[in-house]
């Protein structure tokens, strides 16, 4: 069902995006819910961990997830270094814990001491406690893609701690914001 | 804050997950909300398209996303062959058209006949009228993941149609169901 023969849009600069194509795409690709989970790993003796919502299930024949980090952060070397990770899918309660973790400067002495997890017993990686999912990784390639890291990983463990009272009660992001299901707290 | 040791959960069978592996993967996936959009491209002069959850914003500058299409899918198989395609990212709204496209052996003739869409301009591909974000990308890199294909595409055209009426209100995926935002509609 045509309705005319071109969308309303624009074409952005080439070869280089303008600011306001960067702003307005930034603004757009909000539109775009997500989830929202922790990715942590162990690398060199130390935790590491992150809120990331670029995040997804690749197959589920062998299991595989993919998350999508900065190049240039710790995180992302850490997952690099180590091969191992851990996604926590968070609960709407966990707000707190999202934001806490969000902060890319923040020192890693005591990163997780506001958090409830426990270890990963396959990748030693901090799994949150009250996790409505948790996966463990191994890494099985990465693809650099513009600034970021495309980490494909290979589930190697699972399960979930959320208690029944958070499990119907997913925290997601949307529009820039913490925001929840309808009919769900 | 670390609570016991070992986070409850369990190892995956290795080298070959079990069948109930991959029942609960797939159960614990669906724990991370995704936003729906349509993915659609035009390859050898027919329309293709398809609803799609397993999509995400890659880096703004330079503007660029990915999606992650089963291999074996026509899908996927006229993205590849195209070099480009676009997404729509739907409001609560759309939910019969995301119905609609969800189905993988939907016949081509006819596709998009219940579905009110314009042609971008930069990839002649199917944007759907009314969606609150609408991208068109032309493919940067092409990753083989599991069973799956990961679509890098750079953003070169970008626009909304959504009416302000369903402008705050993103159809989203989580547990098997459609849901919505709470407080939205």
Redesign the interface.
């Known amino acids: 069902?045509?309705?005319?023969?071109?969308?309303?849009?624009?074409?952005?600069a080439?070869p280089?995006?303008s600011q306001a194509?960067?702003d307005?795409?930034?603004r757009?690709?909000a539109?775009?819910?997500?989830?929202v989970?922790v990715l942590s790993a162990v690398w060199q003796g130390r935790d590491y961990a992150g809120t990331v919502?670029?995040?997804?299930?690749?197959?589920?024949?062998?299991?595989?997830?993919?998350a999508?980090l900065y190049a240039e952060s710790r995180l992302a070397a850490a997952v690099a270094g180590s091969g191992r990770w851990a996604l926590s899918?968070l609960p709407y309660g966990h707000k707190s814990v999202a934001n806490w973790l969000a902060s890319p400067g923040m020192p890693l002495e005591g990163l997780?001491?506001?958090?409830?997890?426990?270890?990963?017993?396959?990748t030693g990686a901090a799994?949150v406690?009250g996790a409505?999912?948790?996966?463990?990784l191994e890494t099985?390639?990465i693809?650099p893609?513009?600034?970021?890291l495309?980490v494909?990983g290979t589930?190697?463990?699972?399960?979930?701690?959320a208690p029944p009272s958070e499990a119907m009660d997913?925290l997601?992001h949307?529009g820039g914001d913490y925001?929840?299901?309808?009919?769900?707290g």
Chains 1, 2 share one sequence.
């Not at 409505?132 to 463990?136: D, I, R, S, T």
């Not at 893609?145 to 970021?148: G, I, K, N, P, Q």
């Open positions: 069902m045509e309705m005319t023969p071109r969308a309303p849009g624009h074409a952005l080439r280089e995006p194509d960067v307005e795409f930034s757009l690709s539109e775009a819910a997500s989830a989970a919502g670029s995040f997804l299930t690749v197959s589920w024949d062998p299991p595989t997830m993919l999508s899918v997780l001491e506001r958090v409830p997890f426990r270890r990963g017993e396959l799994v406690d409505l999912a948790h996966f463990e099985a390639d693809h893609a513009a600034t970021h495309l494909v589930v190697v463990g699972m399960g979930s701690t997913p997601l949307w925001v929840r299901l309808a009919g769900r």
